[in-house]
């Protein structure tokens, strides 16, 4: 069993092992050793440990997870060890130092580099990734802002916004690719104070020449010069100009963030009055009789209230309609109240108990199409073979028109007053038979949850018919009663015709019939309003328009045939047969053939 102490390194707090801790400890206390003497002791030790606890998160996986030796090596051998990198100030220049050893290949990061900006930092945080000098970037961005119209201007604005700036030494670093560890970190602040000392000193001579008698003074002068102040003045009169064009897109960019939080504002608040609209409409059917909503009822084949439905729906999709009218507001309104984590969390957990919720519902109300079952009725008829049998639809204006939709439905009251729903999901099929009756079978489907309840479904549809000597009388349309639900109900009329009769499909039957022949049904659409004769697996038109393929390939070649006669055509040439007779022509000979004999014309008479 292993003591485990917590820690808290550059803000951040840790689990750390006993032992890993003592070997961390005694680390931190060499590096401390080691910048006794140096410029900036302190910040060289603040990055260190900020960069020790950023190699720290990397490695630990969950806020629980404690680290061990083994982490506290791994970070060691990255940032090196301190008597690795001992910088003694008397050694000369010209010296040669020993060979550092490179722990692992640094990466570069994208930043922006403010310390060498002119605007915000882009061209010179690119120089740095790409390598490249950022005189060369501005040049390149410049010419690209003029040749695109202005577009890479946006794209300039663009990564102003979304890349970062590096702040820390460790950003520094990593944005010039160098490994982030003691030697560099030193090195960077080391520098850091070797320009400001350097800029200090020219600040100091220009003072001397200026101010005679006044060498004294300087040095005093020097100490309280604003370091930070003097470093930004050098570039102050560049930079002035590029500050009042940041406002201005700040500006612009401000004005389109309140516009878009208006926007935000407009539609979620849109969306909840129409949620809430909603909810009462809905929701309150099952207490408020509201015309119009009884076909919510009827689909309702899971016979789940609808109150209920009404609210998850309300809470599913309001709750985030909620939260971008409020991202609106918070645009809108910079010192704006939050609604506190408890509401927020609150709200979230609504939210996902209605996601489920609805998952249930439909799950549920899908579970009511699982079976498909059929009942079927039959009857036998005769029909005699001098006889033409025909059959048509029964229309009724109760349930508007005969036309056949798929899958639709409506609801009604019947005479009594009781309500119902009626569809026109019928389809008639046409098979021969060699029986000399013929046969009138329906089949009536409905969808169930489960065996019984799809039979049970399929028991309640009404539908009739009737047959009165060779006439066959269909109704266009099936009802059954509402508390049965909609659940798909349908007809098939499957006629069995012997073989040898002659049958006449009334025209309000073709929106029943099917399209094409298939899987035994001889009879289609293009066969209603015509006589048909019955035929083993086949009918016979007997009225039907002689239908005759034409390939037509230009204006010039083809044949045609219709009632007028036969005309041909090939290239220049032509042949035309009707009951006037025969002409035959081409741009050397013509021929006439008709009552009044042979008439042939050339060029040459």
């Known amino acids: ?20 801790y003592q070997k961390l400890q005694r680390y931190l206390e060499a590096i401390k050793r080691s910048f006794t003497d140096s410029q900036g002791r302190s910040e060289i030790i603040s ?31 990255i940032m090196g060890q301190p008597e690795d990198y001992l910088v003694d100030d008397e050694i000369f220049e010209d010296e040669p130092q020993p060979a550092q050893k490179r722990k692992s290949s640094p990466s570069k990061k994208l930043f922006r580099d403010t310390d060498n900006s002119y605007i915000g930092g882009v061209a010179s945080g690119l120089g740095h990734y790409l390598g490249i000098d950022a005189v060369w970037i501005r ?6 802002a003029i040749g695109s119209g202005g577009t890479f201007i946006f794209i300039y604005i663009l990564f102003w916004v979304l890349v970062p700036e590096a702040v820390t030494t460790a950003d520094k670093l990593t944005m010039t690719g160098e490994p982030v560890n003691i030697s560099n970190i030193e090195k960077k602040i080391k520098d850091g104070f070797d320009s400001v000392s350097e800029t200090v000193s020219d600040v100091a001579k220009n003072v001397s020449d200026s101010v005679s008698g006044a060498a004294k003074n300087v040095s005093n002068a020097a100490k309280k010069v604003d370091i ?45 009055i129409a949620l809430i609209i909603g909810l009462f409409s809905l929701g309150v059917t099952n207490f408020i009789h509201i015309p119009g909503l009884d076909l919510v009822d009827v689909v309702n084949a899971g016979n789940t209230p609808i109150w209920l439905v009404s609210l998850l729906a ?27 984590n408890i509401a927020k969390f609150t709200l979230l957990g609504i939210w996902i108990l ?23 009725e039959k009857q036998e008829f005769y029909i005699a073979p001098a ?17 056949r939709n798929h899958n639709s439905f409506k609801f009604a009251r019947n005479e009594n007053g009781d309500r119902i729903i009626y569809s026109s999901d019928i389809e008639i099929v046409v098979k021969s038979t060699t029986d000399s009756l013929a046969t009138l079978s329906i089949e009536k489907y409905a969808d169930g949850r489960d065996y019984e309840k799809a039979i049970e479904r399929a028991k309640n549809i009404s539908y009739n018919y009737s047959i009165n000597g060779n006439e066959v009388s269909l109704d266009d349309y099936l009802t059954t009663e509402a508390k049965n639900k909609f659940s798909d109900q349908e007809v098939d009329i499957i006629l069995y015709l012997p073989e040898g009769i002659i049958a006449n499909f009334s025209n309000n039957t073709k929106s029943f019939l099917n399209y094409r022949t298939y899987d035994g049904n001889i009879v289609s659409t293009k066969h209603a309003n015509h006589y048909v004769k019955i035929k083993q697996d086949e009918v016979e038109c007997l009225d039907c328009p002689t239908e005759i393929d034409v390939d037509i390939h230009n204006d010039n070649n083809g044949i045609k045939i219709n009632d007028e006669g036969i005309e041909v055509k090939v290239d220049s040439s032509s042949l035309k047969i009707n009951r006037n007779g025969v002409k035959a022509g081409s741009p050397e000979v013509k021929v006439n053939i008709d009552k009044n004999g042979i008439q042939v014309k050339s060029d040459n008479t």
């Not at 083994?70 to 060691?76: G, L, P, W």
């Not at 040049?139 to 690209?144: G, N, Q, R, S, Y």
């Not at 006889?387 to 036309?403: E, P, V």
């Open 228 to 272: 930070k102040k003097q470093g930004n003045n050098i570039k102050s009169s560049s930079r002035t100009f590029f500050d009042a064009i940041g406002d201005i897109i700040m500006f612009f960019f401000t004005v389109f963030a309140k516009f878009v939080g208006i926007l935000l504002m407009i539609v979620g608040a849109s969306a909840l």
């Open 314 to 340: 309300f809470f599913s999709i309001g709750i985030p309609f909620f939260f971008l009218f409020y991202l609106g507001l918070k645009i809108l309104v910079n010192n704006l109240k939050s609604i506190g």
């Open 139 to 144: 040049l390149i961005w410049l010419l690209l």
């Open 387 to 403: 006889d033409t049998l025909k059959i048509k639809m029964a229309h009724t204006d109760s349930f508007g028109n005969s036309y």
């Open 1 to 20: 069993m292993n003591k485990t102490v917590n820690i808290n390194l550059a803000g951040i707090f840790f689990h750390i092992d006993e032992d890993a």
């Open 47 to 77: 990055d260190i440990e900020a960069r020790i606890a950023e190699l720290f998160s990397e490695r630990v996986k969950h806020d629980k997870q404690v680290i061990g030796a083994k982490e506290v090596d791994e970070v060691i051998s």
């Open 354 to 376: 209605s996601i489920i919720g609805l998952i249930i519902v439909g799950v549920r109300q899908a579970s009511e199409h699982a079976f498909n079952e059929r009942v079927v």
